[in-house]
């Protein structure tokens, strides 16, 4: 059979997922947002949920994610949208409340916020995306920037004595006994795209069961402040990023359950 | 049971980005010498090997690919 015959709409195996509007992602080519936002609305679409989902978006590079995703949506000031969920959450129980946030909103600016929406156990679920770098105001050392990582505010590298040491804030939240579901991620890989995709379905699922906050950390890559191609990226992000920040689960209350 | 694949791809939304061509275990995915009117070298098939497996469609980060499959 030739090729041309197999496209046929009764052999069609995937395509892109009417959640996702036709806007074209304004993203740099290969970036990682991209490929977490589809996930997100994949799993909305597939729950059914699209009119009892609103998002957070944050500021940095995904602050336009409202329109890629089509559902409602806050936009937050930075570092914020924890507050912000924990406000549309509380005043409509019965939604499924996520943020999406970059490591230079959730771990620098908006430390405070996210460590206090885990300690009150809020019941929304956070989609954090660590590409160990902000990406949108031109690749400046971020709290969880590697040792030794060069950045435009690291030249050199980053230097403990100097800079600090990076932020590991998962296994920080999995102490507190408002979280419910941590876990680490990563979608450079078919596979791993797909047990991402799992983990936001669970942590949505979570956020509607009164269990507590839900934390889906995804490791990415900055391919542009990172200065690879993005196929150097992820391979980058595997041998460097990956010892630092482990791809799995870290906290489930209710495994086993 | 094996299967046989085909892709479509919406090259004026690809941006040459590569992810794809990395991720197919059949080298059935390159990115073209010509570019498309952005001037991104856009991703196309290659051959007949294509399996349906769906990986390129599934780490593209615009969705531009759609993937067909059949039972041979
Ligand atoms: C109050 C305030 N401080 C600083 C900034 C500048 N700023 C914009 S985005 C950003 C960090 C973005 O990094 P990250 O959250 O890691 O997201 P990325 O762009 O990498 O996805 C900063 C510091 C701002 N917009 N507002
Ligand atoms: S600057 Fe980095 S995080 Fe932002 S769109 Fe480009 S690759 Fe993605
Ligand atoms: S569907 Fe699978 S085999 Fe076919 S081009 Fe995509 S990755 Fe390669």
């Known amino acids: 059979m030739n090729i041309e015959d197999i496209k046929k709409p009764e052999n069609l195996v995937y395509s892109k997922t009417p959640l996702l509007t036709d806007a074209v992602m304004h993203y740099c080519p290969g970036c990682s947002h991209g490929v977490v936002h589809k996930l997100v609305a994949e799993v909305i679409e597939e729950m059914g949920i699209q009119d009892k989902t609103v998002g957070i978006s944050p500021v940095g590079c995904s602050v336009f994610a409202y329109n890629y995703i089509d559902i409602d949506w806050q936009q937050a000031a930075h570092g914020r949208a924890p507050a912000l969920a924990t406000a549309v959450k509380r005043l409509n129980p019965e939604k499924y409340v996520f943020t999406y946030q970059g490591d230079g909103d959730l771990c620098s600016i908006g430390t405070a916020e996210i460590i206090h929406a885990c300690a009150r156990g809020e019941n929304i679920l956070v989609i954090f995306i660590n590409n160990g770098i902000y990406g949108m105001t031109g690749g400046q050392m971020a709290p969880t920037t590697l040792l030794g990582m060069k950045t435009s505010t690291t030249p050199y590298g980053r230097d403990a004595k100097l800079n600090g040491f990076p932020m590991v804030i998962a296994p920080m939240i999995a102490e507190l006994d408002g979280t419910a579901y941590i876990t680490r991620q990563s979608v450079h890989t078919a596979a791993a795209a797909r047990k991402a995709k799992a983990a936001i379905r669970k942590g949505l699922e979570y956020s509607v069961k009164g269990v507590g906050l839900s934390f889906v950390e995804i490791v990415a890559t900055c391919n542009s402040g990172w200065k690879l191609s993005p196929v150097e990226a992820n391979r980058w992000m595997v041998e460097n990023m990956f010892p630092k920040y482990p791809i799995g689960d870290i906290k489930d209350v209710l495994k086993d359950k | ?72």
């Open chain 2, 1 to 72: 049971m094996a299967f046989k694949g085909a892709i479509d791809i919406d090259k004026e939304k690809c941006k040459g980005c590569a992810v794809c061509v990395a991720n197919c275990p059949t080298a059935s995915i390159q990115l073209s010498k010509m570019v498309n009117n952005k001037g991104y070298h856009y991703a196309e098939m290659v051959g007949e090997g294509c399996i349906g497996c769906s990986s390129c469609a599934i780490v593209c980060p615009d969705s531009v690919i759609s993937v067909y499959r059949i039972k041979i």
